[in-house]
């Protein structure tokens, strides 16, 4: 390895994600920055393997070498001895491959394994915290030896990272760390001037994207929300989750999984882009669409105000006469949805691939140059 000023270069990296969900776009996003700086990236794939489209993508970063393991995914994980097997499997594995540096997506894996090299966990979401901003109270017994191995993996952890200063916060209350996690902001390559454009694009429409099975996207709210609106409301992604989980819509206009071209396609159209979440470490999906221009309606919660307050309109999670009628003088005033999406396109500039692979590489330099301090 050598170090300079703006990278490590030399450096190998395994880090682990998961093809169900935002994780394996940070992850390719990242390797690709990474591999711009000379560090090469291992990927650990969790769970089921990437679809056909997706190795597509993972071919395009530079350098970048796939391992499909397998391994179970903590939050899918039947008991916790498949969580600490997995984690003692890719210790083994960042053996294997002469990792230099391993950072886990999936922080509950770096309970007790033993890496020999330093570990960065990032975390993305967890149960505890998604427990509770959807459901509140009492733990169930499936989520509580959960968090108990998510707590013992970010102890565990050399050092770690959350994308915003609000999941910071609730990581560590919820976990009663001796210390706020470090935040490195979420980036996403900018999308390209032109995307095929999709059949049928109504001239104006309201648009949500993500794992709309996920209880935490709150889609209910949104499809009653669309009840009351004049409006198409369209929304893509997945309504069946991989445990079992089914919602259904009935007002607004389900589009099913898209890839990345269909995404970019629909956002290109530059509609209302809305999101409910109750529940949103960072949003990769908001990003996207502020980088299409499109102007967003978002729910009032701590890590919206905290990336977009000044870009956005803001509306209670769980009110949709609230979103409908946000949605609505939006669509009544082009003016305003111009100036909204401009303000959306700017903020988005502070949310870029460079600048977070810039953030970790002075994590991982911190780590690897005793004395170095991260930025």
Not at 198 to 224: I, M, Q, S
Request: net charge negative.
């Amino acid at each position: 390895m050598t170090f300079g000023a703006q990278g490590i270069r030399g450096t190998r990296l395994l880090m682990t994600a998961d093809a169900a969900g935002g994780v394996w776009t940070y992850a390719l996003d990242l390797a690709g920055g990474l591999a711009m700086q000379g560090v090469s990236t291992v990927l650990a794939v969790l769970g089921r393997g990437p679809t056909p489209d997706q190795m597509v993508q993972a071919s395009a970063i530079p350098g970048l070498e796939l391992r499909l393991t397998g391994l179970p995914l903590d939050w899918l994980a039947e008991e916790p001895q498949a969580v600490t097997e997995a984690g003692a499997a890719l210790a083994a594995l960042a053996r294997d491959v002469r990792a230099d540096v391993v950072q886990l997506n999936s922080p509950a894996h770096a309970a007790g394994a033993g890496f020999a090299v330093p570990v960065v966990a990032v975390s993305h979401s967890c149960v505890a915290t998604w427990w509770d901003a959807v459901r509140g109270g009492i733990l169930p017994a499936d989520f509580a030896w959960r968090t108990e191995l998510v707590r013992s993996g970010f102890l565990g952890a050399t050092e770690l990272v959350v994308p915003s200063r609000a999941f910071a916060e609730a990581t560590a209350n919820r976990y009663t760390l001796p210390r706020l996690p470090r935040v490195v902001y979420n980036g996403r390559m900018a999308p390209p001037a032109s995307a095929s454009p999709p059949d049928g694009v109504p001239p104006l429409f309201a648009f949500t994207a993500g794992r709309l099975w996920d209880a935490g996207k709150n889609l209910e709210t949104l499809d009653r929300a669309a009840a009351r609106l004049d409006l198409p409301v369209l929304a893509a992604g997945p309504m069946a989750g991989p445990d079992g989980t089914l919602v259904q819509a009935r007002h607004l206009r389900a589009l099913g999984r898209l890839n990345e071209p269909g995404l970019l396609g629909w956002l290109g159209h530059a509609p209302i882009y809305v999101s409910l979440a109750l529940y949103e470490p960072f949003g990769l999906a908001v990003l996207e669409a502020a980088q299409g221009g499109c102007a967003l309606v978002l729910s009032d919660v701590p890590s919206f105000r905290e990336l977009w307050d000044g870009a956005a309109i803001f509306v209670p999670a769980r009110d949709d006469a609230a979103a409908a009628d946000a949605i609505a003088r939006l669509a009544a005033d082009a003016g305003e949805r111009a100036r909204l999406g401009a303000a959306a396109r700017e903020r988005a500039g502070r949310y870029t691939v460079e600048a977070m692979a810039e953030a970790m590489l002075a994590v991982y330099r911190s780590l690897l140059l005793p004395g170095t301090v991260a930025a």
